[in-house]
Antibody, heavy 124, light 112 residues
Framework: QLQLQEAGPGLVKPSETLSLTCTVS??????????WGWIRQPPGKGLEWIGN???????YYNPSLKSRVTISFDTPKNQFSLKLSSVTAADTAVYYC????????????????WGQGTMVTVSS | QSALTQPASVSGSPGQSITISCTGT?????????VSWYQQLPGKAPKLIIF???SRPSGISPRFSGSKSANTAFLAISGLQAEDEADYYC????????????FGGGTKLTVL
């Protein structure tokens, strides 16, 4: 069973770049079975899909965030990361990293493994 | 890309059955069999309970079931238990490659 752990600053100033990493244990981030995702949840609100990265490095982003988001791999550290630029108070949220359910050797379009989440507040 | 539409809240008594709807469009829920459902307890990460519209991951109770009709997906919970009280979210994929995710707004289930 994969384990994921988010890390990064809990406070980011407006207009700056939010940077988070997700460390994966129990499996290799280079495994071509998997893709890896970021999801966020503003306080008291619902889940919002941010984007996914595939083993090939190909990324897919939420259109509403696409101009500000970058998801990438740090393979030697078995991590993937999220960068969100030009943040505002609306980006205050718990940020989760996640990995898909593997069902009979195929990655499903559903996240089974989640990190515990990390709260990021955007404030001066 | 618009969020999928869920009722804000549903409620039921222990032992009863409830259904939560998730309405999208032909570009997401109606177009692909990639609907999943998540249960989220307060302060916890979401937990996958249904994938591919009707399938349950290992260890998920058969009291949880999923279905779909046209552009609307449904999560049914039978034999309600107190521990089912949680927020429930649906998810689908959309976009030209069906690789862009979208969540519903979430439904708060109260067990009376």
């Amino acid at each position: 069973q994969l384990q994921l752990q988010e890390a990064g600053p809990g406070l980011v100033k407006p207009s700056e770049t939010l940077s988070l990493t997700c460390t994966v244990s129990g499996g290799s981030i280079s495994n071509n079975l998997y893709y890896w995702g970021w999801i966020r949840q503003p306080p008291g609100k619902g889940l919002e899909w941010i984007g996914n990265i595939y083993y090939s490095g190909r990324t897919y982003y939420n259109p509403s965030l696409k101009s500000r988001v970058t998801i990438s791999f740090d393979t030697p550290k078995n991590q993937f990361s999220l960068k969100l630029s030009s943040v505002t108070a609306a980006d205050t949220a718990v940020y989760y990293c996640a990995a898909p359910l593997i069902w009979f050797g195929e990655a499903m379009k559903a996240f089974e493994s989640w990190g515990q989440g990390t709260m990021v507040t955007v404030s001066s | 890309q618009s969020a999928l539409t869920q009722p804000a809240s549903v409620s039921g008594s222990p032992g009863q059955s409830i259904t939560i709807s998730c309405t999208g469009t032909s570009s997401d829920v109606g177009g692909y069999n990639s609907v999943s459902w998540y249960q989220q307890l307060p302060g916890k990460a979401p937990k996958l309970i249904i994938f591919d519209v009707t399938s349950r991951p290992s260890g998920i109770s058969p009291r949880f079931s999923g279905s779909k009709s046209a552009n609307t997906a449904f999560l049914a919970i039978s034999g309600l238990q107190a521990e089912d009280e949680a927020d429930y979210y649906c998810n689908s994929y959309t976009g030209s490659s069906a690789l862009e995710g979208v969540f519903g707004g979430g439904t708060k289930l109260t067990v009376l």
